[in-house]
């Protein structure tokens, strides 16, 4: 299941929806708002997706990791909106039947939706506000 | 042709609206680039900027055609 929402990520939903009774590992990867960058205080994120090609850019990568590993089960969400610190932002859980290869595959289907999905953030610091990755 | 661009984070900001009606002559990807540029210069400082067209990203060569959703992409940061 792939999930774009703006509303709180149900952690637990997300990693329930990846299981697999043949599955010997669950590997969820949670990203969280993180309160600092660049040395300054983070006020908020402000995050917004092209919804339709975001999905269709993470079922690719979906596709690209069902070719390499044999996933038993996989769910994917991210949040977007106004996020504050704390505040878990994108879920990747796979379920496998061995350990190694839900450590490797979630960390592919993560590093390639970050660089892929239309997804973008801006983050509102105490004195400015700045999109993220925008700018060399 | 008259396009309408989606625009999205910092694409939306500089040009101002969610939707933009785009009149040029070109009809391929890299024609649509260029012109964006020349009309928005802002554009030319993002790291790069991609244009999608129907929810793919789209290849300086592909050509433009009538009822194509079409966006722009600037660095995504998901995640």
Redesign the interface.
């Known amino acids: 299941m792939i999930s774009i929402t703006d509303k709180p990520i149900d952690v637990q939903k997300v990693i329930e929806a990846s299981n697999s009774l043949e599955a010997g590992a669950v590997n969820a990867f949670i990203?969280t708002v993180r309160n600092n960058a660049k040395r300054k205080r983070v006020v908020r994120l402000e995050?917004?997706?092209?919804n339709?090609?975001?999905i269709?850019e993470i079922q690719k990568v979906v596709d690209e990791a069902c070719a390499k590993w044999s996933l038993l089960g996989w769910s994917i969400a991210?949040r977007v909106g106004i996020l504050e610190p704390g505040e878990v932002?994108?879920v990747v859980a796979i379920s496998t039947a061995h350990r190694k290869e839900s450590f490797d595959a979630c960390q592919f289907i993560?590093d390639n939706?970050?660089?892929?999905?239309?997804?973008?953030?801006?983050e509102v610091f105490e004195d400015g506000e700045e999109?993220?990755?925008?700018?060399? | 042709m008259l396009y309408t661009l989606?625009t999205?984070?910092?694409t939306r900001?500089i040009v101002g609206e969610r939707e933009l009606k785009f009149e040029m002559s070109g009809n391929h990807v890299a024609e649509l680039k260029k012109e964006l540029i020349i009309r928005y210069p802002e554009m030319k400082?993002?790291?790069s900027m991609m244009v999608?067209v129907n929810?793919?990203y789209a290849p300086d060569e592909l050509e433009l055609k009538e009822g194509d959703e079409i966006?722009l992409?600037?660095?995504?940061?998901?995640?």
């Open positions: 990203g995050y917004e997706a092209y339709a090609m975001a269709a991210h932002a994108v993560i939706v970050k660089a892929k999905a239309p997804i973008w953030k801006k999109w993220v990755a925008a700018h060399p | 989606k999205f984070g910092i900001e400082a993002l790291n999608a929810n793919s966006a992409i600037p660095p995504v940061s998901g995640g």
